[in-house]
């Protein structure tokens, strides 16, 4: 993380070395949009190494695959390419694909896509009403401490909230009402462009229960909007 600050002050060398101060989230989310908006890739296609823990043990591994397009649209293909198995977020909506069929589609809203990837690319104002309906309050906000880094808090920790990196202004954590957290980490530069390449997940008690690393990342990838059709989910390929 020290070297990707190093990284980032020379790249964003006209930023100024201050934080800059904000009265509420939605004044630190228009930052966030103003940095990176022609900085952002549109599309992301990686695989991952998943790790799954119970207690200090690891349980099980796996493989993933993923690609993303901005706005809010992702699909992951569980173990290998032919499993015929995984799930498609689409526009608030997360399809469940087992055996290459459609088993379940539901409403949701996938909260790490708009803080990781989706507010860099889209209005804010976009962005603070899809968290909004997500249920963080962006007039909240305080300066803290994580992982050896300056941050800003948005939103209610006793609810929702999120950190931000002061001066990469990068997502770095969210924590929901239940004290469940989710860390992006390792930010690395691909084609100069930022991407969190481990990830890890946090159960209520503040046990890690699930690690994902990042490889195989390419950003701007030529892909198209069908693979987010759960009909083509078995043939689809990036």
């Known amino acids: 993380m020290k070297r990707l600050t190093v990284i980032l002050l020379l790249l964003f060398s006209l930023s100024p070395l201050c934080a800059q101060q904000y009265k509420d989230g939605g004044e630190l989310v228009n930052d966030m949009y103003k940095r990176y908006k022609d900085n952002f890739y549109k599309t992301l296609t990686f695989s991952q190494k998943i790790i799954n823990f119970r207690g200090d043990s690891i349980v099980s591994e796996d493989i993933m695959h993923e690609a993303y397009m901005s706005p809010s649209f992702l699909i992951l293909k569980f173990t290998s390419w032919e499993s015929g198995n995984g799930l498609i977020f689409r526009n608030d ?8 069929l459609l088993k379940d589609k539901k409403s949701l809203t996938h909260d790490l896509l708009i803080l990781g990837l989706d507010m860099y690319n889209c209005n804010p104002e976009v962005t603070l ?3 909004q309906r997500a249920g963080y309050d962006y007039s909240k ?3 803290g401490r994580y992982r050896n880094q300056d941050v800003w808090i948005v939103g209610d920790q006793s609810s929702k909230s999120f950190y ?6 990068l997502f770095v954590r969210m924590q929901d009402k239940m004290g469940r957290s989710v860390d992006f980490l390792n ?4 084609n100069n462009k930022p991407v969190a390449t481990h990830i890890l997940f946090y ?7 699930m690690e994902e690393i990042y490889f195989d990342v ?3 990838a030529q892909i198209g909007s069908e693979i987010f059709n759960p009909g083509n989910f078995v043939q689809s390929r990036w």
């Open 164 to 169: 931000v990196d002061k001066i990469s202004l």
């Open 187 to 190: 930010y690395q530069l691909f």
């Open 203 to 209: 159960n209520k008690l503040g046990k890690l229960y």
């Open 93 to 100: 909506s997360l399809y469940t694909i087992e055996n290459g």
């Open 218 to 220: 390419k950003v701007d």
């Open 141 to 143: 906000i305080q300066e």
């Open 129 to 131: 009403s899809r968290l």
